[in-house]
């Protein structure tokens, strides 16, 4: 198929995420890229109870996490799992989605 891109904007404690979840087992055949964006960058942090999918993915895909979301919430990039990329701005998000991507999922 190509590349699968989730917008994610859903906090690991809300019903959305878990929808996420089940999609990113449908889809964990293709390259993703997981954009964790507004209360989304709540999954970035390592010891939440979702870090073991966001490290798996960030092995085999991307997960980037956005400066601005991280900087509002007082989360510094020590507190973030090991290969969650911090990206500032939507510009880059915008780009990667519409001349990158196959498809893409928000939540």
């Given at each position: 198929?190509?590349?699968?891109?989730?917008?994610?904007?859903?906090s690991?404690?809300?019903?959305?995420?878990?929808?996420?979840?089940?999609?990113?087992?449908?889809?964990?055949?293709?390259?993703?890229?997981?954009?964790?964006?507004?209360?989304?960058?709540?999954?970035?942090?390592?010891?939440?109870?979702?870090?073991?999918?966001?490290?798996?993915i960030?092995?085999?895909?991307?997960?980037?996490?956005r400066?601005?979301?991280?900087?509002?919430?007082?989360?510094?990039?020590?507190?973030?799992?090991?290969?969650?990329?911090?990206?500032?701005?939507?510009?880059?998000v915008?780009?990667?989605?519409?001349?990158?991507?196959?498809?893409?999922?928000?939540?």
């Open positions: 198929m190509g590349s699968v891109g989730f917008l994610v904007t859903k690991p404690s809300e019903l959305s995420f878990k929808t996420f979840l089940d999609l990113v087992d449908i889809w964990c055949e293709e390259y993703l890229k997981v954009y964790l964006i507004s209360n989304g960058i709540y999954a970035a942090m390592e010891g939440n109870r979702y870090s073991h999918t966001i490290r798996e960030s092995r085999t895909g991307n997960v980037f996490a400066k601005e979301d991280l900087m509002a919430r007082g989360i510094t990039r020590e507190m973030l799992i090991d290969g969650v990329e911090v990206l500032e701005g939507l510009d880059r915008v780009v990667d989605i519409m001349e990158n991507l196959d498809m893409v999922f928000t939540f």
